[in-house]
Nanobody
Framework: VQLQASGGGLVQPGGSLRLSCAAS????????VGWYRQAPWKQRESVAS???????YYSDSVKGRFTISKDASSKKAYLQMNNLKPEDTGVYYC???????????????WGQGTLVTVSS
């Protein structure tokens, strides 16, 4: 089972995108989720996270513009990004703790990234 991030693309400043994080196969649940991004020539940084109980964290750079969520029925996580800025450009990755259909817990699983480019 692999995690897959999707939804990236090219958007103008001020625009919006919604990223999704999903497992490549059916799983029992997706638990805690974190979104990270890596801009060109920069280290990967944490953008937002949501815990198993729903508690959320946002980096100061995205607070008020991004919203993280997860859906128990679809077993997906999302990152709604509004009022995008050029400095939001980068490859976005999801990282999750999830439970398989056999109820095995899996921690610190990374998905392949999706590229977000904010440019006019």
């Amino acid at each position: 089972v692999q995690l897959q991030a999707s939804g990236g693309g090219l958007v103008q400043p001020g625009g919006s995108l919604r990223l999704s994080c999903a497992a490549s196969e059916n799983i029992f649940s997706i638990n805690a989720v974190g979104w990270y991004r890596q801009a060109p020539w920069k280290q990967r940084e944490s953008v937002a996270s949501i815990g198993s109980s729903g508690n959320v964290y946002y980096s100061d750079s995205v607070k008020g513009r991004f919203t993280i969520s997860k859906d128990a029925s679809s077993k997906k996580a999302y990152l709604q990004m509004n009022n995008l800025k050029p400095e939001d450009t980068g490859v976005y990755y999801c990282n999750a703790d999830w439970t398989s259909l056999s109820y095995a817990r899996h921690f610190d699983s990374w998905g392949q990234g999706t590229l977000v480019t904010v440019s006019s």
